[in-house]
């Protein structure tokens, strides 16, 4: 990764494991170790079931 947002693994790995360890957490969307409100696309059925299918076709080697 280059520029300037990316994050080094430390910093990149911390709500990771703050979700994973912390005894608070709750199932949800997580950044900077906080619960936050998913953008709006996460809630469309249509777009979730047509990013499944494309990612299960980029695993297979089918796409692009």
């Known amino acids: 990764l280059s520029g ?4 080094v693994d430390v910093t990149g ?5 703050h979700c994973a360890t912390a005894p608070d957490a709750v ?4 950044d900077n ?5 998913p953008a ?9 079931a047509a990013l499944w299918a494309r990612t299960e076709a980029w695993l297979d080697g089918d796409g692009a």
Do not use: E, F, I, M
């Not at 170790?33 to 409100?37: E, S």
């Open 13 to 17: 790995a911390r709500t990771s494991v």
């Open 4 to 7: 300037g947002d990316a994050l």
């Open 27 to 30: 199932s949800g969307y997580y």
């Open 33 to 37: 170790q906080r619960l936050k409100q």
């Open 40 to 48: 709006s696309q996460a809630g469309d059925r249509d777009a979730r």
